[in-house]
Structures are given as C-alpha cells and as structure tokens.
Nanobody, 115 residues
Framework: QVQLVESGGGLVQPGGSLRLSCAAS????????MGWYRQAPEKSRELVAT???????NYADSVKGRFTISRDNAKNTVYLQMNSLKPEDTAVYYC?????????WGQGTQVTVSS
C-alpha cells in the first residue's frame, strides 16, 4: 500500500503563506482524486481542496482564491499552497489519495495561524 509523508506545517502570522507537501512512496498517477482535508479542535474534518488525475480542481468556499492545490508527478508529490492565511485556517491538515477501491491518508501536519 502507498504511504504518505506530509511536511510544511508550522506557525505563520495572519496574512502569511505556507506550502504543504504530501510525498507518496509510489506513483500518484494511479489515483483518481488527490486532496487536502483539515480538522480543528472540536470540529469535524472538512474538505479543503481536491484535484482529479485529469487536473480538475475543487475548493471549499472558505479557501477559494487563497489556496491552490497542485502536483509534481516526477516527485510523486501533492502540494497545497496557502496564501493570505487567517486564524480560522488553524487546523491539522491531512493529505488524501483516492482510487476505486482505496483511500489513503497521511498522518496530518499542524498549521497554526497566529500573531
């Protein structure tokens, strides 16, 4: 089974930027959908952004215009570029890769937006 290693989380000031990386142990081309989710304390996990194998993207209304999902097939890595960060973006962010019979999750990486 493919394993995911996430990195790039940390502390950033409001209005700042952060780039999350999700490195897969195998080719990401076999997955139909790649995405990022997040979960804040005492809140449900929510979808942040997704990208299909064909390159179609979808974003939560709360992050549209600020976040961008992308991938590098040669590096087997999915990225989430986060700009104009707000305190309400504070959460644990999870990478997810999905295909017909399999859904793979990363361990999560903490993003904290605070002055």
């Amino acid at each position: 089974q493919v394993q995911l290693v996430e990195s790039g989380g940390g502390l950033v000031q409001p209005g700042g930027s952060l780039r999350l990386s999700c490195a897969a142990s195998g080719s990401i081309l076999s997955f139909s959908v790649m995405g990022w989710y997040r979960q804040a304390p005492e809140k449900s996990r929510e979808l942040v952004a997704t990208m299909t194998n064909g390159g179609n993207t979808n974003y939560a209304d709360s992050v549209k215009g600020r976040f961008t999902i992308s991938r590098d097939n040669a590096k087997n890595t999915v990225y989430l570029q986060m700009n104009s960060l707000k305190p309400e973006d504070t959460a644990v962010y999870y990478c997810n890769l999905r295909r017909v019979t399999t859904s793979v999750w990363g361990q999560g990486t903490q993003v904290t937006v605070s002055s």
